[in-house]
C-alpha cells in the first residue's frame, strides 16, 4: 500500500488511465447537500490568493491490466462520489466555457476536452471514458461527455442523480459573480492517495476503517462490498449480474437503499431466533454467518445469495404487495395496514415454511387470518406492544422445533397463541374484545381506516370468485368480472360523497363512491 498527498487533478488527468467504479459499490448518491458542501469548499478555495484544500481520501486499486488501446484501469474503493461530483462539476465549467468564453478566461472548453478531464480524446469505446460508473450511472455520466463533445447526442436521464446535480452546477455557475474562482479552486483541491496492490493488500479491511466525507455507508453498502470485494474482477461482475441484482429487483430496485438494511435485520433475525438483533450489530452478526457457515469459501457465495434472494422475495411480499398468489396478497396487506413491523420476521419464517412445503396453502393463510385478528384485537383493546419482539422471536424458535419433529405447524401456533392467557402476550377473548370495540373513541383510532375498510368490505365483498352483487354479475355478462376490473376505476363509476347511506350499491345508482363520513371507500 502506497499514500501520500496528491492534486485531485492529476488524478484526473493522468495519461493512458482510466477510472472505474467497481460493481459492488453503491450507486452515486450525493444529493444537493453535498454538492453545495462540496461547490461552498470549492469556491472557499478559490477566492484565497494561495493555499489547497484537503478533501479527504480516495483509495484505489491498481488493476494491473492495460487493455489493448494501452489504457491501465483504476479501481475505485473509496471516494467515487466525490470524484463524479467532481466530473459533474468540471462537465458544467466545460458548457459553460464554450458558451461564455469571455466570462471564463481562466480555462477554456478545447482545454478542459483536450486535458483529459473527462474523456481520453483519442481512444475509443470504454477507454474513451475517464470515469466508468456502475449499475444505472455509467450510461448517464457516458451520455453527458458524449453530449458535451457532440450537443446532437442527447444525455439519457436513467441516473436523475447525476441529471439532477449537473442541473445545479449549471445554475450556481450562471449565477456566481466571477466563474473563474471555480477554476481556480478545483486546481488547489488536494485528496490522500492510497493505492492499494491487488493479491497484497485487503481493501476490505481499509475500506471498513475509512471515515470518508459525505454521506454515511448503509449496511446495504458494507455488505455488498463484504460480498464481492474479495472476489477476482470476472467473478465480481458475474456474482454480481447473477445474484446481487436480482436481489435489488426482488426488493425494488428503485427503493432498494431504502429498504435493504431493515430487510437484512429480519433475515439475520429469522435465522438466529429467538436472539434478537439491533440494527448497530447487522454487519458484524453477517459476517459471522459467512464465515461460521463456509460461505467465503470458493464457489459458495452464490449459495448464500440464493438463499437472501429468497428471504428478499418473502419480504417483498409482506410489505410492498408483491405476492403473486390474490388470497395470500390480500391478508398481507391487511396485516401490513396494521402497521406493527415487530410481526415481519415471523411473516418471513411462515413464508420459508411455506415453500418449503412444510406448510400448505390452507394452512398458511389460516395462520395469516389468525396474525391478523391477533395484532388487531391486541391494538382495539390497548395491549401494550413492547412485548412482542421477543414473543415473536420465541414463537419462530418454537415452530422451527414442531417443523422439525413433523408435527402441524399451525396447530402449534394457534396453541401457543392461546397459551398466553392472562400475559401480556395474550389474544384478547371475544368478551374482551367486544367491550373495547363497542365503548373505545374510533374516530382518533389510529387503525380506523382498517377497521371501516375492513368492516366495509366484508358486507362489500370484491371476492376474488364472485361479484358482489347477483343484478351486477347478470348486467355485466358472462365476462363480468374482467368487465369489473377495467371499469371499476373509470370516471364514471366514481364519486365523492359524505352520504354513504343514500347511496347504496345497487344498479340503479351504479357508481362507486367514497365516503369522507365513514373515510372508506365502498365497492360498486
Not at 168 to 177: A, H, Q, V
Not at 328 to 354: C, G, K
Not at 362 to 380: G, K, N, Q
Amino acid at each position: 500500500m502506497n499514500a501520500g498527498p496528491k492534486s485531485i487533478v492529476s488524478l484526473l488527468t493522468s495519461a493512458n488511465q482510466r477510472m472505474v467504479i467497481p460493481v459492488y459499490q453503491r450507486a452515486y448518491s450525493w444529493d444537493e447537500e453535498q454538492c453545495r458542501q462540496l461547490w461552498d469548499d470549492i469556491v472557499a478555495v478559490g477566492r484565497r490568493s494561495s493555499g489547497t484544500h484537503f478533501t479527504g481520501s480516495v483509495v484505489m486499486v491498481l488493476g494491473g491490466e492495460f487493455s489493448a488501446s494501452g489504457v491501465n484501469k483504476l479501481l475505485i474503493i473509496d471516494g467515487q462520489q466525490r470524484i463524479t461530483t467532481l466530473s459533474l462539476l468540471i462537465a458544467a465549467m466545460a458548457e459553460y466555457a464554450r458558451e461564455h468564453p469571455e466570462k471564463l478566461t481562466h480555462v477554456s472548453y478545447e482545454e478542459i476536452i483536450d486535458s483529459g478531464y473527462l474523456a481520453l480524446k483519442y481512444k475509443k469505446g470504454e477507454d474513451h471514458y475517464r470515469l466508468t460508473l456502475s449499475q444505472g450511472d455509467e450510461k448517464t455520466l457516458c451520455s453527458v461527455v458524449d453530449h458535451l463533445e457532440n450537443p446532437d447526442v442527447e444525455v439519457v436521464s436513467e441516473s436523475h442523480r447525476i441529471v439532477d446535480n449537473l442541473a445545479l452546477f449549471r445554475t450556481w455557475l450562471s449565477n456566481i459573480d466571477d466563474p473563474n474562482v471555480v477554476w481556480d479552486g478545483i486546481q488547489r483541491l488536494e485528496i490522500v492517495a492510497i493505492t492499494l496492490s491487488q493479491g497484497q493488500d485487503n481493501p476490505q479491511l481499509i475500506f471498513e476503517s475509512m471515515n470518508s466525507t459525505g454521506k454515511d455507508l448503509s449496511t446495504a453498502d458494507l455488505v455488498r462490498n463484504f460480498v464481492l470485494m474479495g472476489l477476482p474482477m470476472d467473478e465480481q461482475e458475474d456474482i454480481y449480474a447473477n445474484y446481487w441484482r436480482k436481489i435489488e429487483e426482488t426488493l425494488g430496485a428503485d427503493s432498494y437503499d431504502e429498504v435493504f438494511d431493515e430487510f437484512l435485520r429480519n433475515w439475520l433475525t429469522v435465522i438466529n431466533a429467538p436472539t434478537s438483533i439491533v440494527a448497530r450489530d447487522v454487519y458484524r452478526l453477517f459476517k459471522r454467518h459467512v464465515m461460521d457457515n463456509g460461505y467465503d469459501k470458493p464457489g459458495q457465495m452464490a449459495d448464500l445469495l440464493k438463499e437472501i434472494r429468497r428471504y428478499g422475495g418473502h419480504y417483498a411480499c409482506i410489505t410492498a404487495g408483491a405476492c403473486e398468489d390474490k388470497v395470500l396478497r390480500v391478508l398481507l396487506a391487511r396485516i401490513h395496514a396494521l402497521d406493527v413491523s415487530v410481526v415481519n420476521p415471523l411473516l418471513m419464517s411462515f413464508f420459508e415454511d411455506y415453500v418449503g412445503d412444510a406448510l400448505s396453502h390452507d394452512d398458511f393463510a389460516s395462520m395469516l387470518r389468525t396474525t391478523e385478528s391477533y395484532l388487531f384485537r391486541r391494538s382495539v383493546c390497548d395491549v401494550a406492544t413492547n412485548s412482542l419482539n421477543k414473543f415473536f422471536l420465541s414463537v419462530i424458535a418454537r415452530l422451527n422445533a414442531v417443523r422439525d419433529d413433523g408435527c402441524n405447524i399451525r396447530e402449534a401456533y394457534e396453541a401457543i397463541l392461546l397459551g398466553e392467557e392472562g400475559t401480556a402476550r395474550r389474544m384478547p377473548s371475544d368478551a374482551e374484545f367486544e367491550r373495547a370495540l363497542r365503548t373505545r373513541d374510533c374516530y382518533a383510532f389510529k387503525r380506523g381506516f382498517y377497521l371501516l375498510t375492513t368492516l366495509e368490505n366484508s358486507w362489500h365483498a370484491k371476492s376474488l370468485n364472485a361479484l358482489a352483487s347477483a343484478e351486477w354479475r347478470e348486467m355485466l355478462g358472462d365476462d363480468c368480472e374482467r368487465v369489473y376490473e377495467e371499469l371499476i376505476n373509470t370516471l364514471g363509476n366514481l364519486t365523492l360523497t359524505a352520504y354513504n347511506s343514500e347511496l347504496s350499491d345497487v344498479p340503479s345508482r351504479g357508481r362507486r363512491r367514497t365516503s369522507r363520513a365513514a373515510s372508506t371507500r365502498a365497492a360498486w
